[in-house]
């Protein structure tokens, strides 16, 4: 079997496929790359009570790939493009082949799917960290939970301006329940939950539209959402409102936070 594992800038993954191609994955935080692999690795075969004789090769993608020199316990260990294995993954996980993926996690990568071709389209240093890092500075939490929690509560009215603030009535596609400004509102009595919702909202709209417009210049309707920032049903509810104004489909497979290592792992 090949193991793929992504040393992302946030969290370390460990993918690989099953003998009835099931998903067999695990997830670090990132430490050190070294580390967090080596580990993650680790944790991989003795979880799955994998034999080392068993595994032929090892792929490794990701930004702490490059730290990484040689083989990994022995075993026979490639480097594989992240772009290249973000297409992979996100194609074999939403079992299309004419996609544009949108990977959000530490930050966003846009990639394009044109059947065996894969074109990394460019995309936005907004992303899961951006969350967390505004987070950290303005309600004074950087844990992922704990800004969701407080987001689920929020009241996005007292932080960003609508387009019904503004006017009496909708612009042009745009209805009146579309953000006009992030944070252009920003009221005295925003609560930790707005502000928190307020970031959020930000993040996925700005993500959300990068990747309507990448996926328009390719004449393509459908994005395929990977990475950790996949599985947020607060992102996913924002992306979803983009979907109907823009008639872009977005798209969150199931398993999409292991999409990189996924491809890694069907990497040649
Ligand atoms: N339980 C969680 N723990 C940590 N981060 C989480 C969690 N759930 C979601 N996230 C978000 O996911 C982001 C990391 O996503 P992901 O693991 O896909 O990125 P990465 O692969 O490490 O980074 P990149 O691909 O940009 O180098 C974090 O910045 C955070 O916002
Ligand atoms: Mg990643």
Excluded: C, W
């Amino acid at each position: 079997m090949v193991i793929g594992i992504d040393i992302g800038s946030t969290t370390t993954k460990v993918a690989s496929l099953g003998s009835n191609n099931e998903i067999i994955k695990i997830k670090t935080k990132a430490i050190d790359a070294i580390t967090s692999a080596t580990g993650a690795f680790g944790k991989m075969i003795m979880e799955n009570h994998f034999r080392l004789e068993d595994i032929e090769k090892i792929n490794i993608t990701g930004a702490g790939s490059s730290k990484i020199t040689g083989n990994l316990f022995g075993i026979r260990t490639d480097k594989i493009d992240e772009m290249s294995a973000i297409g992979i993954g996100g194609k074999y996980l939403s079992k299309k082949d004419q996609i544009i993926i949108s990977n959000i996690g530490t930050g966003t990568a846009i990639i394009q799917v044109n059947g065996d071709i894969i074109t990394h389209l460019g995309g936005t240093g907004v992303g899961g960290g951006t969350i967390t890092g505004l987070a950290k500075e303005l309600i004074k939490t950087s844990e992922y939970s704990a800004i969701v929690q407080y987001a689920s509560q929020g009241n996005i009215n007292n932080v960003d301006l609508n387009i019904g603030d503004i006017t009496e009535t909708d612009i042009g596609f745009l209805s009146k329940d579309f953000t006009a400004s992030n944070f252009g509102k920003m009221l005295d009595i925003a609560t930790k939950e707005d502000i928190a919702l307020g970031i959020i909202n930000m993040a996925y709209q700005v993500i959300g539209m990068v990747s309507v417009f990448a996926a328009r210049s390719k004449n393509n309707d459908i994005v395929v959402v990977t990475g950790f920032g996949s599985n947020n049903p607060l992102g996913q509810k924002i992306l979803t409102h983009i979907s109907k104004a823009y008639s872009i489909n977005f798209e969150f497979p199931v398993d999409a936070e292991y999409a990189t290592a996924i491809g890694a792992a069907l990497s040649k």
